[in-house]
């Protein structure tokens, strides 16, 4: 399965991508960044999942941005769709078997640390994994990764600190915390908000897998988290997708001079 996707792929003229990225719900404007080379609908290529969430665009963009070839997926796919962990982190295995030397992903999630406001970023530190399954679970390919990936620093301290040190220089509010990764499609109860505060500053609904991947394969990774809701389990008001598209969208700008800035000191 993998040599097919990635035998279509090369013959689509994706031969050396260097950067991955992963672009969350709401946040495609860095695509506006890239010059295009490529555009591919991920049911074109083999293998592939579809994505059937009607905000995720479902499109594989190759192209250039500060002389680096980027591989990017606009729009993911997630454990709530139906599909496995192993269909989930698919495409992350395919962008590092085509040669990415960096994963940096995207994210919408809702703030827990209260000290954390709607429309700010976050960058992940740690996370939690309430995702009832593991992508590694099966049989192992000891090609891919070792049975038994350690995960004791998931988030590449070499990307974290320079994103840190571009907020600071940008002058962008960049949070660092935790992110708990549950399955969805609900949002949370009054009382799982209460539950995952005592250990987490934000909560979403992917990432964790595709980090898991990441680890397997030797692949450094950073994410960031757009805060688009603030779950305050005592002053809690109905979840709307509307609001929380509207705000990734308003808070998209610096994630993108983030990751724009990142790319071209890489």
């Given at each position: ?10 013959s689509a003229g994706i031969t050396s991508p260097e950067i991955g990225i ?15 080379i490529h555009v591919l609908d991920y049911g074109q290529i083999p293998n ?140 949370e109860t009054r009382a799982e908000y209460r539950l995952f505060r005592n ?68």
């Amino acid at each position: 399965m993998y040599d097919q996707a990635i035998n279509y792929l090369k013959s689509a003229g994706i031969t050396s991508p260097e950067i991955g990225i992963v672009l969350g719900t709401g946040l495609g404007k860095m695509v506006n960044e890239l010059d295009l080379i490529h555009v591919l609908d991920y049911g074109q290529i083999p293998n592939f999942p579809v994505a059937t969430v009607e905000f995720h665009h479902g499109k594989l963009l190759y192209g250039e941005l500060f002389g680096k070839k980027i591989l990017a997926m606009q729009g993911r796919f997630h454990y709530y769709e139906g599909y496995s962990l192993q269909q989930v982190t698919f495409p992350i295995r395919i962008m590092k078997l085509l040669g990415i030397n960096y994963l940096l992903l995207s994210n919408a999630a809702g703030a827990l640390n209260l000290n954390y406001k709607k429309g700010s970023l976050m960058l992940i530190e740690d996370h939690i994994n309430f995702l009832p399954d593991n992508p590694l679970r099966g049989l192992n390919d000891d090609k891919m990764g070792p049975r038994f990936p350690d995960m004791h620093q998931p988030y590449s301290s070499f990307l974290n600190e320079r994103l840190l040190a571009i907020a600071l220089r940008e002058k962008i509010v960049l949070h660092k915390g935790v992110y708990v990764a549950v399955p969805g499609p609900n949002f949370e109860t009054r009382a799982e908000y209460r539950l995952f505060r005592n250990y987490a500053d934000a909560v979403g609904m992917s990432t964790v897998p595709e980090v898991i991947v990441a680890n397997h394969m030797g692949l450094p990774c950073a994410a960031v988290s757009v805060l688009t809701d603030e779950c305050d389990p005592d002053n809690l008001s109905p979840a709307s997708i509307d609001d929380i598209l509207e705000t990734a969208g308003k808070a998209e700008e610096g994630l993108v001079k983030l990751f724009c800035s990142l790319i071209r000191e890489l």
